[in-house]
């Protein structure tokens, strides 16, 4: 399979052509979305602190550098410590048009809306006229997935068809990035045993074992209410569904939010927070900041599989929704992308079900929008958090 992509400066491929509108204190929230309301292809990330935290800009930073992002504008108050021009010269570093303005400089919230709106347009006409399209094929794919909303079909045929795909990217040379650590309790064994490498294997120990300790340190497991309605009845059975999403190929190694897959192959993105004196936040407090950790590795499409059904999409890459449940997928059809019930239903094999998703990949890949693209979901959560990503230099402290 082969389909056209947009190439960046730093020789990665993207699928779509964005400008990306990143507000950088809550008081600006408004104005950004203000700016790119009635554009087409642009969106808005943010972050609600008024002082800075390394997690947050990092994630910025490697969302206004992604693969289908094509231009950044910077929009701050001007009282707050994350610096709008500092994001707008590390984006330009990157080859990329970007921008930058302080509302309080600008004069107030329409004088602000209408320097976006212009600034948006002239980086939106630069973008169609000069940005090159490629070949891509699944080795200049990264795909990312997370579960949320699982049921007792998530386990059974939602998470194993993700993991037939991506044993099928894997194969292609493409890279595949699972996440939520804190969902492989009770399975460090099983875990260790796909390592790749004695490294993998000691960085997959390291992460698990930090899951454990945040978990008791915060009281708190990743099973929910919705869980248990669903069919799951312990943090283990729900573990043993989430980790089937991985596939059965060999684990390369453990990264961290913002950081890249170095090497094609299978990654663990380990996103909890570091051991740190402060320790608030809970790693991921909802499904969207999951999703965008993903993408912040460089992710040009992200999988959620969710058996209960779920109504969000992403900003920056697409977001495909697969189910297990075929009664969730008939009765969210609007939603819901992937029916991988069919294969509890007699009617697909997992590894049938696996090559069909596949196919809606490439399409998705080659502009066809997901169903919450073409809804128009954009959720995002940027949040506090304490975890060092050593690869990627913030930068945007004042």
């Known amino acids: 399979m082969e389909w056209r992509g947009f190439l960046r400066p730093d020789g990665r491929k993207g699928l779509r052509n964005l400008v990306l509108v990143i507000y950088t204190v809550e008081c600006a929230r408004h104005v950004a979305h203000a700016i790119a309301a009635g554009e087409e292809e642009v969106h808005v990330i943010g972050f609600p602190g ?21 231009a950044v504008l910077a929009v701050g108050l001007g009282c707050e410590y994350t610096r709008p021009q500092r994001i707008a010269e590390l984006v330009r570093d990157s080859g990329r048009p970007a921008g930058w303005f302080y509302i309080q400089d600008q004069g107030g919230t329409r004088k602000s809306i209408a320097e976006g709106k212009d600034l948006v347009q002239r980086m939106r006409r630069e973008l169609a006229a000069q940005t090159p399209r490629v070949p891509m094929n699944w080795a200049d794919l990264t795909v990312g997935c ?24 894997v194969d292609q040379g493409g890279r595949a990035v699972f996440e939520e650590t804190v969902e492989l309790v009770g399975l460090r064994q099983h875990l260790l045993e796909r390592a790749a490498t004695d490294a993998a294997r000691d960085q997959l120990g390291n992460a698990y074992d930090k899951a454990i300790r945040y978990c008791r340190a915060v009281r708190q497991y990743s099973v929910s209410p919705g869980n248990f309605a669903g069919g799951l009845t312990t943090i283990e059975e729900k573990s043993l569904g989430a980790f089937a999403k991985s596939g059965t190929r060999p684990i390369e190694g453990v990264i961290r939010v913002a950081e890249a897959p170095p090497r094609p192959g299978l990654w663990l993105m380990d996103t909890v927070p570091d051991d740190h004196f402060m320790q608030f936040g809970y790693t991921n407090p909802n499904d969207t900041e999951g999703i965008m950790d993903l993408i912040s590795a460089g992710a040009q499409v992200v999988l959620f599989v969710t058996g209960r059904g779920s109504v969000i999409g992403s900003p920056v890459a697409p977001l495909v929704k697969v189910t297990g449940n075929s009664d969730t997928f008939r009765r969210m059809e609007e939603d819901m992308d992937f029916n991988a019930g069919r294969v509890l239903d007699g009617e697909l094999s997992l590894a049938e079900a696996g090559m069909e998703l596949a196919g809606l990949i490439a399409r998705v890949a080659a502009g066809e929008p997901s169903k919450p693209e073409a809804l128009g979901h954009r959720e995002y959560f940027v949040m506090y ?6 690869s990627l230099a913030d930068g945007c402290r004042a």
């Open 50 to 70: 008024c002082y800075d935290n390394a997690y947050a800009i990092r994630l910025m930073l490697a969302l206004g550098r992604h693969p289908n992002v094509g």
């Open 146 to 169: 997370e579960c949320g909303g699982s049921d007792g079909t998530s386990g059974l045929a939602g998470n194993p068809t993700v993991g037939a795909f991506f044993d099928f990217l």
């Open 385 to 390: 958090k304490h975890q060092d990503t050593p």
